[in-house]
């Protein structure tokens, strides 16, 4: 296993453990997104925060399947 795939999986890992914060810090993320250009991209930002949203449930639910 590489240098690449080691720092990938433990990105995943921390995700995973802290999928709760990087929800938040998402939602505060497109908060500021939408402030500064003020609301005119708000229907992109709530789908890229959605997307990002579901990676994070993904690997949390992956991380899940993989201790059963």
Known sequence: M????????KT???????????????DKAGDI??????GKYT???DKVQDAAKNVVEKNRTDKG???T
């Open 12 to 26: 995943k890992e921390v995700l995973s453990d802290n999928a709760d914060k990087v929800g938040q810090a998402i």
């Open 33 to 38: 997104i939408d402030e500064k250009t003020k």
């Open 65 to 67: 399947d993989q201790q």
């Open 2 to 9: 590489g240098f690449l795939d080691k720092a990938l999986d």
């Open 43 to 45: 229907s992109t930002v």
